[in-house]
């Protein structure tokens, strides 16, 4: 019973091994995990622009919602609404959580996921443009969903994936 025990307390208090890679399967440092970065190729351009836009874009509601929802291309009198930025600001975290698990899969060299999220910025652009059309900000509705087909795309054709073959 005595060695259970002692087997079962070793293996709580063994330090955790994170997976990082099929290939990797320990972190020594954290610059080690941007080690990945080198073997960067034109065809993760947008995947690397998406996840950083949504990762940091997504914290600017936390500190200026009026700004953000200016940006975002609704009309001032929504952006000066208190309720309206508090909703913005939760919109905003799940903006920056989003652009982290884009970054989380592509440094994990999981491309095929990083181009599965993309593609769901199809769905995020047809809700922009039906939200941008009831406020009145139809040119910015448009332009959002138009961007959300190109990446959308990309990602549904799998074209981040297609640049680590290169």
């Known amino acids: 019973m005595l060695t259970h025990i002692t087997i079962l307390f070793a293996r709580i208090v063994q330090p955790a091994r994170f997976v990082l890679h099929p290939t990797i399967t320990s972190v020594s440092m954290a610059s080690g995990l941007f080690a990945n970065l080198s073997g960067i190729s034109a065809w993760h351009i947008p995947a690397i622009f998406i996840g950083t836009a949504f990762t940091l874009g997504g914290l600017l509601p936390f500190r ?97 994936a297609k640049g680590a073959l290169s």
Not at 141 to 146: A, D, H, K, S, V
């Open 64 to 160: 200026s919602p009026a700004r953000a929802m200016r940006e975002y291309g609704l009309p001032e009198g929504i952006a000066r609404s208190e309720p309206a930025q508090t909703a913005f600001a939760v919109y905003g975290s799940r903006v920056s959580a989003y652009g982290l698990a884009i970054w989380l899969f592509y440094l994990r060299r999981q491309y095929d996921v990083v181009d599965t999220l993309l593609s769901l910025l199809v769905w995020w652009g047809t809700a922009d443009l039906w939200i941008c059309m009831r406020a009145g900000a139809l040119s910015t509705g448009i332009w959002r969903f138009t961007s959300s087909l190109l990446l959308g795309g990309w990602g549904y054709l799998g074209l981040t």
